[in-house]
């Protein structure tokens, strides 16, 4: 179609236009396309509308508002630490080109069937160290106009990019954090002498400020907390425009909370417990039988968290806190059975006697943590003969058993208080 049959076409629509229902949708864009090739008709440019920016004449920057970001799906590898999310995004902006009057052409919007008909931004993603480019694409749909030349869109979006498993030490409750960026890109249907750096300049982003949603209809959590950033966008005119926003995962299975805890805890109330059995070799019982128990958790862990140890440095604070159980176990039992060795030890000579005195209060305060009258009695036939000063020996090491057994107590409680 030429110059002047595009002119006299654009003229017999306008002429028929009555109504809303009788018009073409194309008279518009017959009526546009004529007056923007009036005006660049001299570039030398096809198709002006769909093939340069609104302001490509004034070379002022158009301004791509992002409405609202919606989320719909998104796909975690909780081994190589990278995420996929698909969703859409709606984006407004002003093309002066394509403004029309009411009055004369019978309608206030018009939805644009094709995007070859007028000019669209086009995105690649992302400037990000850690993008995956070749899991990323966009497709702009739904695109519509408005008599005061402002066009909107929907932008469908699939990104992917690796997160970040900083917290991972507060597994099953920890947190990945994944970024992802956009920036405008070049359109390939330009004339060669349309540059990307100028392609670049002309394009600002701005963010509505609202944060990013989540589609009722089509997202699933899949036993994980979303929550999503305040998109912003650059404000450096120095630098190419960008649109920048964070994902928030965090773990929200109960399930796994309650394989990894309720072991841990049963362990530590057993351990705390242990002091209450009296005798200490019923005490050294209970610590083996603990001690078996606790291994048994670790390898519960070892199954549950050693596949997402691979690219993490952080130790889980269950697992520190099983360790440090562990650990205060294995010392409070070899305490236990040296001073169950002690009381065996044959003696002659009597204690001292602040040691006595200092035992029995000791006994007489912790007196639940102490051996039985009848326990004391049998392990005093069986132990070989030593005067009548056994009886005070066995006194004085199951009072230091006790103030023993208590302080480990106290340490075990705190490092749980300094752990969690």
Partial sequence: MTYHATEMSAYYYKSRATSADELDPC???????????????????PHPIASVPPNYLSRQPVNIKFNQITLQHFELNEFLKDVAIHGYMELSWMDDRLQWSRDTWKMEKLQIQSLNHVWIPLFIAQNYDTHLKNGDAFEIRRVETSSSGNVSAVLAFSLRTFCDDSDFENYPDDVYKC??????????????????????????????????????????????????????????????????????????????????????????????????????????????????????????????????????????????????????????LAASIFLWACTRIRRELPPWGQLVQLSSFVNRFLCVLQTHAADDDEDSEKAPAGGNYQKDWTAAFIAVHALTMSVLSIIFVFGYLFLF
């Fill in 27 to 45: 008279q518009y864009m017959l009526q546009n396309l004529t007056s923007s090739k009036m005006g660049i008709y001299r570039l030398g440019i």
């Fill in 179 to 332: 970024c992802f960026s956009l920036e405008p890109q070049a359109n390939p249907a330009l004339n060669a002498h349309v540059t990307t750096h100028f392609l670049e300049d002309i394009i600002e982003f701005d963010a509505s400020g609202l944060p990013i949603f989540t589609d009722p209809k089509y997202f699933r959590d899949y036993g994980w907390k979303v929550s999503g950033t305040v998109p912003q966008a650059l404000e450096d005119p120095a630098q190419v425009a960008q649109l920048g926003f964070c994902l928030n995962l965090q773990r929200a299975s109960s399930s796994v909370r309650i394989e990894l805890t309720v072991p841990m805890m049963v362990c530590a109330l057993l351990f705390l417990l242990t002091p209450f059995l009296g005798a200490i070799r019923i005490q050294i019982c209970a610590k083996f039988f603990i001690l078996v128990l606790q291994f048994l958790t670790f390898i519960l862990f070892s199954n549950r968290i050693s596949p997402h140890l691979g690219s993490a440095a952080a130790t889980p604070k269950l697992l520190r806190f099983l360790e440090f159980s562990v650990t205060l176990n294995g010392f409070s």
